[in-house]
C-alpha cells in the first residue's frame, strides 16, 4: 500500500533518515517507537509530504509520490495529525474542519465525514462554533484527528497524539484510534507512550538514529531485552 524505498532526509547537511526501507501494510497498525531525536517526526512528515527526501522513493498503490506536493500526498489518500495537534485556533471547530476536506473529492462528502467524526468524537458536536483555542488539551486532539478524517485518508499518520494529555483521556484517545482503524483506515503511529502504543498495534518498527533497527510483531519486539531496554524504554 505504502512502501519506503532507501529513503534519505537531511536537514541541509544534517542527515535525520537514512536509507530507510519499510512497508505499510492495508488497515493495519503499524506503531514507530524509539528513543527523542530517532527520525519518528521526520519519517511522518516525509510521508505526508511535508518534507522531499534527498534520496529513495515513496510509493503510494504503487505510484511513484517522492516529488509530488503535500496536497498531492492528501489526494493520495494520506493525512497526518502533526505532533502538538497545529490547529487554527482562531478559527471555529467546524471552519478547522472545513479546512481538511477543503480538497474536491472530500469536500463532495463534508457532510457525510463531519457526522463520521462526531459520532467518533460526540463531545465535540456542541463545540462546533467555539474556537478552537478555547477547547481542552483532550478536545483540540479531538480536533486535530477530526479535521485529518475529514480528508478522507486511506492511510492516517499520528505524530504523538497522546502527548500532554491526562491519563483518562489517553486511554479514550487509543480507543477512538482502534475504532478508526476498524473502519478500514491504515494507521501509522508515532508514540512514546510504549506500552499501550504496542498494545494496540499490529506491527512494530524501532527507529534509532534515523535508522530503522527493528521491526516485527509488537509482542516479539517487547520479549527481546536489548529492545526493551534500548529503544522501548521499558
Avoid at 510521508?47 to 503510494?60: D, F, H, N
Avoid at 511513484?64 to 487554527?88: N, S
Amino acid at each position: 500500500m505504502l512502501e519506503l524505498h532507501g529513503v534519505t532526509v537531511a536537514y541541509g547537511q544534517a542527515r535525520a533518515l537514512w536509507d530507510v526501507s519499510m512497508q505499510v501494510r492495508p488497515r493495519e497498525i503499524l506503531c514507530v517507537v524509539g528513543p527523542n531525536g530517532a527520525g519518528k517526526t521526520t519519517l511522518v512528515n516525509t510521508l505526508a509530504g511535508i518534507l522531499r527526501p534527498v534520496s529513495g522513493r515513496i510509493v503510494m498503490d504503487g505510484n511513484d509520490i517522492t516529488q509530488l506536493a503535500p496536497h498531492r500526498h492528501i489526494e493520495a489518500g494520506i493525512a497526518l495529525v502533526p505532533e502538538g495537534r497545529r490547529l487554527f485556533t482562531g478559527m471555529t471547530v467546524a471552519e478547522n474542519f472545513d479546512v481538511g476536506s477543503i480538497l474536491p473529492a472530500a469536500k463532495a462528502k463534508r457532510r457525510k465525514t463531519l457526522e463520521e467524526v462526531l459520532a467518533l468524537f460526540p463531545a465535540l458536536r456542541a463545540k462546533l462554533d467555539s474556537p478552537a483555542g478555547d477547547l481542552s488539551g483532550g478536545q483540540q486532539q479531538m480536533v486535530a484527528i477530526g479535521r485529518a478524517l475529514m480528508a478522507r485518508p486511506r492511510v492516517l499518520l499520528l505524530d504523538e497524539p497522546s502527548l500532554g494529555l491526562a491519563p483518562m483521556i489517553v486511554a479514550d484517545m487509543f480507543a477512538a484510534i482502534e475504532k478508526i482503524n476498524a473502519g478500514g483506515i491504515t494507521i501509522v503511529l508515532v508514540e512514546q507512550n510504549v506500552a499501550t502504543a504496542m498494545r494496540i498495534s499490529d506491527r512494530a518498527c524501532v527507529l534509532e538514529l534515523g535508522r530503522v533497527v527493528a521491526e516485527g510483531l509488537p509482542d516479539e519486539l517487547m520479549e527481546r531485552p536489548e529492545i526493551r531496554q534500548a529503544y522501548l524504554g521499558v
